[in-house]
């Protein structure tokens, strides 16, 4: 399975804040709500990764592939321990969320059904879904456990926001 074409820009306007997220091949920049920069990180492109801002925009998360975002897992013969998450905090890599190590107990991904031409494996049948919770900072992976019926909630802490930073 072949990607296609990546836009020149793609860009991420948070619903709540306003804080903008410009990504193109060679920087992502972060910008407030009256569009000044805050900070850039170079050579970071977010592809077709879904993007979350913090509220104070100094967290960042780029969640799913490169190439086809949270559609699709590479399997284990070609990835031993898929990254599925960046987490990037002041415009440096905070922590990568790896499909093994952080999400399903050291185990790599178990193909359960169909491989896509490459090596791809459809994510929804691992991962249900990502979410993230600013207030309590905390990043969400609604896991499907192996017989496919339920989902297990498995949390990655994230970095401290500003105020945090400043009440510690």
Avoid at 64 to 84: A, H, K, M, Q, W
Wanted: hydrophobic residues 30%.
């Amino acid at each position: 399975m072949k990607p296609a074409p990546f836009d020149e820009k793609y860009t991420y306007i948070d619903p709540n804040t306003g804080k903008r997220v410009d990504s193109t091949e060679s920087r992502t920049e972060v910008f407030d709500k009256n569009g000044a920069s805050l900070y850039e990180i170079s050579n970071v492109f977010s592809g077709r990764r879904t993007m979350m801002l913090s509220p104070d925009g100094q967290t960042l998360i780029l969640d799913g592939n490169y190439y086809f975002g949270e559609r699709f897992l590479r399997s284990p013969s070609i990835t031993e321990d898929e990254v599925v998450t960046l987490i990037y905090h002041q415009g440096s890599l905070w922590k990568e969320i790896c499909f093994a190590t952080d999400l399903n107990n050291g185990k790599a991904i178990e193909v359960r059904g169909r491989l896509i031409g490459g090596g791809w494996l459809p994510r929804t049948e691992y991962i249900a879904n990502t979410s993230v919770n600013w207030d309590r900072g905390v990043l969400f992976y609604a896991m499907i456990d192996e017989d496919s019926t339920t989902t297990v909630d498995t949390e990655i802490k994230l970095p401290p926001t500003a105020s945090e930073q400043r009440q510690q």
